[in-house]
């Protein structure tokens, strides 16, 4: 049988002593967790985040977790799998959001909508938050989690190709 990484009795003694367990657990996992998490999320301060609520997770069940390395692991892979969901679901958002035209602008011309719904992905949601959604690249860049460099590439080839689409249309 199998020792867990806690104390052997942890439903018997001391409040200081269940302490004392979780803080070693603490400083010996929090950096495998972390790092673990980073590997997922791509995102330092959301994985610190998702490690910190992990942990919180286990402080509050830590009696009843007999083997908490592996719940930490499986409780962290499932916040980052809710993040994944979350960030999808808001890229999505702003996607629909950034190709309805506002009310005090006119709509882009059918030519130029058409063209751009017909780009590939990376390349439509650059565009219609760049140009429709009038954001700044650095928030186009953000709002995609790529580098600003890169955003700066999609919308180039972006422009290459809507220039190609249009003149096709147009010829």
């Not at 867990?4 to 942890?10: C, I, K, L, V, W």
């Not at 400083?27 to 985040?49: H, P, T």
């Not at 942990?55 to 069940?61: D, S, V």
């Not at 702003?94 to 602008?105: I, K």
Request: with cysteine.
């Amino acid at each position: 049988m199998r020792e867990h990484d806690g104390p052997p009795a942890r439903t018997a003694g001391t409040v200081s002593a269940r302490a004392a367990a979780f803080d070693a657990l603490y400083q010996r996992e929090y950096a495998n967790i972390a790092g673990y998490c980073y590997l997922l999320v791509r995102d330092e301060e959301l994985a610190r985040d998702l490690t910190q609520e992990a942990f919180a997770r286990l402080l509050a069940r830590w009696v009843a977790v007999r083997e908490p390395r592996p719940f930490l692991f499986h409780v962290v892979t499932n916040l980052a799998r809710d993040a994944w969901r979350k960030d999808k679901r808001r890229r999505e958002t702003m996607t629909v959001l950034a190709s309805r035209p506002s009310a005090d602008e006119p709509a882009p011309d059918g030519g130029v909508r058409d063209a751009v719904a017909r780009l590939p992905q990376p390349h439509r949601t650059v565009v219609e938050l760049y140009y429709y959604a009038d954001l700044p690249v650095s928030e186009v860049a953000a709002a995609i989690r790529r580098p600003s460099g890169t955003t700066k590439r999609l919308l180039a080839e972006a422009r290459g190709m809507l220039a190609t689409a249009l003149e096709d249309d147009h010829a």
